[in-house]
C-alpha cells in the first residue's frame, strides 16, 4: 500500500528514539509527580506552595514554548554557571533538553494523578501501619504507594498517552526523531503525505499497545475489589 | 535580561495573542459544530454510523497534533486533485491549514467528551422523557443534549486549554501567532529567555481567563443544570 522508497528503515530508527525519549521523559515524570504529590499533602506550608506554583505555572504555558525555554534558555544558564566555575563550554544536546522537558512538563500532571491516587487510599490503612510503629518513610512505601497505584493508574495511563504523543515535538528543536526522519523523507520522494501518515500509524499503534497494556495493568491491580 | 527589546516588540506580541486568538476561537467554534454529530453518531446503535465515528475519534485522539499539522500543510500537496481543486485556495494558506487541523483535532477530543457525557444521562431522565411521549429527536433535543453539555462543562474547559496550548504549533509552520512572534523576537535580538518567558507569560494569561471563564459559565448559565449532591 505504501511506497516508501526504502525509508523505513530511517522511520523505524527514528521510532527507536521516539520510544527512548518518551520512556526516559516518563521515568523523570513519575520520580517528580511522586515528590510534587508528596509536596502538596505535607503539613509545610512552603512545600505545598512550591508544588502549587510548579503545577500551576506548568498546566498554564504550552509545552512547546517551555521546551524552547529550556531548550535555548537552559543553554545559558547552564554557560553562565559554568563560565563562573571555569568550565568549558557546555552544549546541552536536543536530547537531554527534549527528555528534561518533557519530564519535567508531565511531572506536573503527575503530580495531580498522584495526589489523587493518594488521597483516596483509605486513612485506617495507614493508622494500622502507624499502629505497627512503622516510621512515616516506611508507611509511603509499603503501604500508600502500593495501595494508591489502582487510583492512579488511568489517570497514569492519560497522561502517559499525551506524554507519548508531546515527543513528537521533539523534531522542533532538532531532534532526529521519527517525524523528523520522515519530514526528511517525504522531502526527498515528495511524498511527504505518505511519510506522516505512516508517522501517524506509528503513534496509533503505540497508543493501541499501551492501552492494552494499561488494561491488563488495571485489572492486576484491581485483584480482590469487589465491584458494584 | 534586557526587557527593552521586549517592550519594543511589544505590537509583534500583541498582533500575535490577536493570531492566536483568531487560531484557537474557529478552531474551537466549528470543532464544536462538528463534534456534536459525531458523538450523536458514535453512541448511535446503528454500527454503520457508529463505526465510523468511532475510528475518526481514535485517529485524531491517537496522533499528536503535529503530525496533523503537517499531514495537511506539507501533505496535502503531494496530491495533483488536491492542488488543482478548489480546496487549494485553502490549503496552500498556513493559516487555514491550521485552522483546519486544530477543528478536526478538538472535534475529536470534543466528540469523545460529549459521548462520555451523553452515556452518563441518568436512566430516569430519558425514561421520563419518554413517558411524556416526546419523539427521539425532542428528548435528545430538550433532555439528553443539554444536560450533556453541562455534565461535558469542566472536561471541556480542559480542552479548550490543551487547545490553546495546540495552537503554539501553528508558529511551527509559519504563523505569527504569540509562538511565531517569540520566534522572531528570538532570531532578531538572540534574547531566548525574554522571547519565550513573554510568549509564556501570554499564554499563561490566557490559560488563566479560560479558567475564570469556565467557572463563571458554570455558576451562572449552568446553575439550574448542577449535579444534585446526594
Redesign the interface.
Known amino acids: 500500500m505504501f511506497d516508501l522508497h526504502g525509508y523505513f528503515p530511517m522511520i523505524l530508527e527514528g521510532m527507536t528514539l521516539t520510544i527512548e525519549v518518551a520512556l526516559l521523559s516518563l521515568l523523570i515524570a513519575v520520580i517528580l509527580g511522586l515528590f510534587g504529590a508528596i509536596a502538596k499533602l505535607s503539613k509545610s506550608r512552603i512545600a505545598r506552595s512550591t508544588a502549587t506554583v510548579y503545577t500551576t505555572?506548568i498546566?498554564?504555558?504550552?509545552?512547546?514554548?517551555?521546551m524552547?525555554?529550556i531548550f535555548?534558555?537552559g543553554?545559558?544558564i547552564v554557560n553562565n554557571i559554568g563560565d563562573s566555575l571555569g568550565w568549558d563550554y557546555i552544549d546541552i544536546s536536543p536530547f537531554v533538553a527534549g527528555t528534561l522537558t518533557i519530564g519535567f512538563i508531565f511531572g506536573a500532571y503527575m503530580t495531580e494523578t498522584f495526589r489523587g491516587g493518594i488521597m483516596a487510599v483509605s486513612r485506617g490503612e495507614i493508622e494500622a501501619a502507624l499502629a505497627f510503629g512503622m516510621p512515616s518513610w516506611k508507611v509511603f512505601l509499603r503501604i500508600t504507594l502500593p495501595l494508591m497505584v489502582r487510583h492512579a493508574l488511568p489517570g497514569f495511563g492519560n497522561n502517559w498517552?499525551v506524554l507519548a504523543?508531546?515527543?513528537?515535538?521533539v523534531?522542533?528543536i532538532g531532534l532526529h526523531d521519527m517525524?523528523y526522519n520522515a519530514?526528511v523523507a517525504?522531502g526527498a520522494t515528495?511524498?511527504?503525505?505518505?511519510f506522516?501518515?505512516v508517522?501517524?500509524l506509528m503513534?496509533?499503534s503505540i497508543?493501541?499497545l499501551s492501552d492494552l497494556g494499561l488494561r491488563w495493568a488495571n485489572r492486576r491491580f484491581s485483584i480482590g475489589v469487589r465491584k458494584v | 535580561m534586557d526587557y527593552n527589546v521586549i517592550i519594543d516588540n511589544l505590537p509583534l506580541y500583541l498582533n500575535g495573542l490577536w493570531v492566536t486568538i483568531q487560531l484557537v476561537v474557529i478552531a474551537l467554534v466549528s470543532g464544536f459544530g462538528l463534534a456534536v454529530p459525531l458523538a450523536l453518531m458514535a453512541v448511535s446503535k446503528t454500527s454503520l454510523l457508529r463505526f465510523p465515528a468511532k475510528t475518526y475519534i481514535?485517529?485524531f485522539r491517537?496522533?499528536?497534533?503535529?503530525?496533523?499539522i503537517?499531514?495537511l500543510y506539507?501533505?496535502?500537496?503531494?496530491?495533483e486533485a488536491v492542488r488543482e481543486s478548489v480546496l487549494w485556495i485553502l490549503f496552500k494558506e498556513a493559516y487555514w491549514c491550521a485552522i483546519t487541523a486544530f477543528a478536526l483535532n478538538t472535534a475529536g477530543y470534543t466528540a469523545e467528551i460529549l459521548r462520555g457525557a451523553i452515556e452518563q444521562t441518568p436512566f430516569g431522565e430519558t425514561e421520563a422523557a419518554q413517558a411524556c411521549g416526546m419523539s427521539k429527536s425532542t428528548m435528545y433535543r430538550r433532555i439528553i443534549l443539554p444536560g450533556s453539555f453541562r455534565r461535558a462543562l469542566p472536561a471541556y474547559g480542559n480542552e479548550v486549554?490543551f487547545m490553546?496550548?495546540?495552537?503554539?504549533?501553528a508558529?511551527?509552520i509559519t504563523i505569527v501567532d504569540l509562538?511565531g512572534a517569540?520566534?522572531i523576537v528570538?532570531a532578531r535580538y538572540f534574547v531566548?529567555?525574554e522571547s519565550?518567558?513573554t510568549?509564556?507569560f501570554f499564554?499563561?494569561c490566557c490559560?488563566?481567563c479560560i479558567v475564570w471563564f469556565f467557572k463563571w459559565v458554570e455558576k451562572h448559565w449552568y446553575a439550574h443544570l448542577r449535579p444534585r449532591i446526594s
Open positions: 505555572l498546566r498554564g504555558i504550552p509545552d512547546l514554548v517551555l524552547t525555554i535555548y534558555g543553554q545559558i498517552m504523543k508531546t515527543t513528537a515535538l523534531s522542533v517525524m519530514g517525504g515528495r511524498q511527504p503525505f505518505t506522516f501518515l508517522v501517524a503513534f496509533l497508543t493501541g | 481514535y485517529f491517537g496522533t499528536p497534533l503535529l503530525v496533523q503537517f499531514l506539507y501533505g496535502m500537496g503531494q496530491f486549554i490553546l496550548h495546540g495552537s503554539a504549533l508558529g511551527v509562538f517569540a520566534k528570538n531566548p529567555f519565550f518567558i510568549a509564556g499564554y499563561l490559560t488563566f
